[in-house]
């Protein structure tokens, strides 16, 4: 039972949610993601279907990697000397455009006119404009939650936009399998647009925040850097980004779930959308979890352990031939990378001074989210030369030797606690 430390804690976490700007904030992320994560599972599975190789999966990932990573730092530099509010209008309403690009090529007259090659290409140059979005849309998301909750509700407001975040992987991910069994990608993709829409109604809520860089008070170039030499300077920073870059890097092998859904587990369009929400569903239990019982000690150690054993849950899963165990093997890898989260999204919110946030999160951007789809990339590039299996086998494994590795050469890390 929860004792009365724990219901105060988690009372106090709701209160993050009277602040009404806020709950505009995580309304519109909640519909937001829910599309971002619509799209990422359909692409996949449509990619899949057209191809029948693991290669062109990875392509995907390729796609959103190069824009969102490439232009990350200047983002960060845009961002802070940018109304937030307004970026993210701005970028919202961008990703609408692509999702009716996404019905457009869905259509039937499309697929029956043009050749899976360009159909394949135009996915492709859609995503990678995705990924031009995302460059400036999440870091504008994680860095005005300072600009409208109180500091000493950050830590709240993180966790529990960390879980709004992740319930709406979950449904995401699920319904779109559900969608892609019962309808067409025309319909799955015009769900997406509705919820992009409605996101960009709720934004359109939030007041306009103050700039606090002017862009007279350093050069672009000095400051588009800046970030940079502030994660370097900052050893749990750098320490926390650094170790889930390369975990999530060599742990993107379940971007290759379509391959296991289809034929290895044989499961079809509706196993494979759990599958897909399994890790989240995992991360957004523990993270409740954490709410009612947050980590009071020792949060440098947890880190490393966490993801040493997502890396084992990555092994389980590609020698799994069975689809529950399969499907325990990714819930349990969202456990443990939820409270890597939490720990990661508390630091940089703590360690980062308010006229900072946007270009840290940035840098944190292209530590960590670009590191999913290049992550994709490297499972596709490494089943195409080992096979499916040993590929996702390979990932854990390099897992478990960069958890290792860092918990010998990074002992202020390991020793971290806030």
Request: proline share 3%; aromatic share 12%.
């Amino acid at each position: 039972m929860p004792t009365d430390n724990s219901l105060r804690t988690y009372t106090n976490a709701l209160q993050t949610l009277k602040v009404t700007e806020y709950r505009y904030l995580v309304t519109a992320r909640f519909f937001y993601v829910m599309a971002l994560r619509m799209v990422t599972t359909v692409v996949g599975w449509r990619i899949y279907e057209l191809t029948r190789n693991p290669f062109a999966i990875g392509l995907v990932g390729l796609s959103e990697f190069l824009p969102a990573f490439i232009l990350a730092l200047y983002a960060g530099h845009v961002i802070d000397k940018s109304d937030k509010r307004l970026m993210l209008i701005r970028t919202t309403f961008y990703y609408l455009l692509c999702a009716l690009a996404l019905i457009g090529i869905s259509t039937s007259y499309f697929s029956s006119h043009v050749p899976v090659p360009w159909i394949q290409g135009s996915i492709y140059a859609i995503i990678f404009c995705t990924g031009m979005i995302r460059a400036f849309a999440g870091p504008t998301l994680t860095s005005i939650i300072a600009q409208i909750v109180p500091r000493e509700q950050l830590a709240n407001a993180v966790t529990l936009n960390t879980s709004v975040f992740l319930l709406a992987s979950v449904i995401g991910h699920a319904s779109a399998g559900f969608l892609i069994a019962h309808t067409h990608y025309v319909v799955i993709f015009s769900i997406v647009a509705v919820y992009t829409g409605i996101a960009l109604f709720y934004m359109y809520s939030i007041s306009s925040k103050p700039i606090l860089l002017t862009s007279t008070e350093k050069r672009t170039l000095e400051s588009i850097f800046e970030g940079l030499r502030f994660v370097v300077r900052t050893k749990e920073v750098l320490g926390a980004m650094a170790l889930d870059l390369f975990a999530v890097l060599f742990g993107g092998a379940t971007a290759l779930i379509p391959v296991f859904a289809r034929d290895i587990l044989k499961v079809g369009a509706i196993g494979f959308g759990w599958l897909n929400a399994a890790t989240d569903i995992g991360s957004i239990t523990i993270i409740m979890i954490m709410t009612l019982f947050p980590l009071r000690r020792k949060q440098g150690t947890i880190l490393l352990g966490v993801v040493a054993g997502f890396g084992a849950c990555i092994i389980v899963f590609g020698l799994s031939k069975i689809y529950f165990v399969s499907f325990i093997a990714l819930l349990c890898s969202g456990l443990l990378d939820g409270i890597s989260v939490v720990i990661r999204g508390t630091i940089l919110q703590l360690k980062t001074p308010d006229v900072m946030r946007g270009r840290v999160s940035s840098v944190n951007s292209m530590f960590i989210n670009s590191s999913n789809e290049l992550g994709q990339f490297e499972s596709g590039v490494v089943a195409r030369l080992l096979g499916t299996i040993p590929s996702v086998v390979f990932g854990g494994c390099m897992t478990i030797t960069v958890a290792v590795v860092t918990w010998l050469k990074a002992p202020s890390l390991r020793k971290m606690e806030y």
